[in-house]
Every structure is written in C-alpha cells, then in structure tokens.
DNA sequence: ACCCAGGTGGCCC
DNA sequence: GGGCCACATGGG
C-alpha cells in the first residue's frame, strides 16, 4: 500500500475529521502546547478555563501579562503543568513582544516562521509544524508518535527520525495545506482505533480482516 | 497496579 | 546523531 492508497482508503472509512477546532490561530499554538504528551480531552478543559480567565483571545498580550498562578491553575489538567504554564507565558511573551498583531507572525516565510518556532522553550518539531500548518495554513506535514506507528504498518516504513518521516510525506503527496490537515487527522483516527503498542493484526489496518478495525466501529469510536 | 496520552529539553556517549 | 530521563495529571 502507497500513501495515496492510505489516504483514500482512512478517507472513505472516517470521513473528514474537521481537526483542530480553534476559534483562532493563537488558540491553535495554545492547543499545540498543551496537547504535548496529552489527550486532547483534557486538554479542552484547559483551554475552558483559561477563556473563563479571559486569558485567550486572538492575541497573546493577556496570556503574558498572567500571573504564573493563575496560568497554572487553569493548565494543571493537562499534565506537566508547571512546565507548559511556563512555557505558554514566555511564548505569549515573545509574540506580544515582537509583533504588533499575531497575524504578522504567521505571515513570514515558513522556513523563517519554523526556525523562529523552535527557538522558542517547548516548542520542537511537532509542535512548531502544527502550528505552522493549522494555524498559519502553511503545507508542512506534521509527523507525530502515530504516524511513525501507522507507517511501519501499513506503509511497511521504518523512518529514523522526524525530518526523515516529513520529508518522505512531503515528496509523496503535493504542497497542499488542506490536505497535510486532513491526513495527519486521519493518520491519528487510524491510530487510536488498533492497539496502542502492538504491532497490527499483521498488516494494514484498513484490510477487510481486521478484528480491530471491526471492534473500534462497533465501539462507535 | 499498571499503561498510555496529538512531546520537549537536558544530559550523556 | 541517538538513547535515556524527568516532567504530571487524568482515564482506561
């Protein structure tokens, strides 16, 4: 199976995911670091609780000027609270401070715009490129645990590092945004319905064949 | 009582 | 460049 064979066949069996639900591309970076090492679900419930505290809108000027408390507080549910609390508030710090409004940012080049990205503390690949692809609508293809996991599946691919999964999904599928989105979406729905840590039912998941696959639908998830 | 979650940075070799 | 570890809460 080649990628454009996964991605029609994960298409057809799930549909759009209609991902990252974000009222703006500053909630998009806020979501991008708190959904480190986290399920998404707790992660919602931070994102609540920081709106509660007016501490998000479309601009990071009230995410920076925030106690580190309160911040904190709002953030704890998501696990390494001090740490992304920490990291939320500097990060907001370096947009307020060098840019007049958050959309200049997003407009800069992407190679200038990842660099930026990954300079900053708690910001690494992962988290720079979905920024960059669901916030600023740029094509960079986000590589994530599960992707490494779904390829050497049902691709049969081993990738050793980051750059290379991204380079390889970069090449094999055209510089489209829309659909960097939805295939990274549907590489994770892929994911979380077969078995955690185990290799698959011995091949692609999407075969006719696999119990899992049957399972996770009859689970309705 | 485990195991895992839409990673990252520091330290070591 | 790669391998380990701490970071921490919430859910299965």
Redesign the pocket.
Known sequence: MDVDQLYEKAFSAFGPQD???AETPWE?VV???L?????????E?AIANLKANGLVENDPLKLANAPLKTIQACV????????????LKKTAAHFAENYARIGDFFKKPVAEARKEL?????????????VLL?AAGKPVF?I???TH?VCGRALGKKF?????AQAFFEKAIPQDAEKYKEF??LI?EL??RHC???PICGGCPLEKGCAQFKASKKRGN
């Open positions: 991902w990252w639900p998009v979501g991008a670091i959904t480190q090492q986290t399920s998404w679900k707790n992660v419930k704890k549910c998501t696990g390494f609270y001090r740490q992304k609390a920490g990291r990954l300079s900053l503390d708690g910001i690494g690949p992962e988290t720079a490129d979905s669901y986000v994530d645990a599960y996991r050793g590092s980051y750059s290379e990274h979406a994770v994911a979380k955690k840590t185990r």
